[in-house]
């Protein structure tokens, strides 16, 4: 059996047939690799594929999950991230005799290399195969075409407070791959927060404002008006993007290196 991003190993007997999966991006893993039979249960927030997942039990979100509600659900195991989700709900569920499957991933590169093992675990290694190996493939592709001079560039998450994607997360590296220099990643922590003047005062070229986990739309432009100095607002390079091709590593990725691609003014 593989072992998970925490270092640990789930002893398993056979491929799980009750799966319970705390993120939205894993959910449509899933379902994509032909699993969806066997989700049992899923976060208020996994929203794709929509009409597959009508019906199944919602369990919250992955930052409160309803674990009495999991417990009652008899899975033979749950999928959680440890960014998404918190250590204390894993534990709990283990204690409680559930196997927790855990994946961490910070890069574009994590996702084909913690989705495989991941794969094997659940018995559908070589249906999963292709898609991961063709994604080895455009990540590939991505680091050969990098730009000689990256685009000086901030993505934004959240406003209110504002804050950005940083540095070691999938969302940045992401970026990067796409032609990006992420400006937000030179202030502390993975998602910095600083007042809105502190990351322009960086003189981003391009700003992205994706739709979510906060839903940027047309109405927050106006908050860039005051900076009409900044490259990127001076240029009209500011960005509304889907959210889900920013922050939902998986079957996802592969549309996303050439989508934000094009968000960063590259071709």
């Known amino acids: 059996m593989p072992f998970d991003a925490l270092g640990r190993r789930l002893e398993l007997s056979e491929p ?69 989700n918190r250590e204390r709900d894993v534990l709990a569920l283990t204690a409680a005799g559930i196997p927790v499957y855990v994946t961490a991933i910070r890069s574009v590169a994590d996702v084909p290399e913690q989705l495989e093992p991941l794969a094997r675990m659940l018995g559908v290694a070589e249906r999963a195969a292709p898609a991961l190996e063709d994604l080895r493939a455009a990540i590939s592709a991505a680091e050969q075409a990098l730009p000689a001079t990256p685009r000086p560039s901030i993505a934004f998450i959240w406003r209110d407070p504002w804050m950005a994607v940083g540095a070691e997360t999938y969302a940045g590296d992401l970026l990067r791959l796409c032609g990006a220099a992420n400006l937000a990643a030179q202030l502390p922590g993975r998602y910095p927060r600083a007042p809105l003047d502190a990351f322009l005062a960086l003189r981003p070229e391009v700003i992205v404002l994706p739709s979510e986990p906060y839903a940027f739309s047309e109405r927050d432009l106006d908050a860039f008006t005051p900076f009409a100095d900044v490259p990127a607002v001076r240029d009209g390079r500011i960005a509304l993007c889907d959210g889900m091709l920013l922050t939902w590593p998986g079957p996802r990725t592969r549309v996303a290196l050439q989508a934000l691609r094009q968000v960063i003014g590259l071709r």
């Open 16 to 84: 799980p047939r009750r799966i319970v999966s705390l993120v939205p991006s894993l959910t449509e893993w899933l379902f994509s690799v032909g699993l969806g039979e066997r989700v049992v249960g899923v976060t208020d927030y996994c929203i794709e594929p929509a009409a597959a997942l009508a019906g199944l039990p919602r369990l919250r979100g992955a930052k409160n999950p309803d674990r009495v509600r999991i417990v009652a659900l008899q899975p033979d195991l749950v999928i959680a991230d440890q960014e998404e």
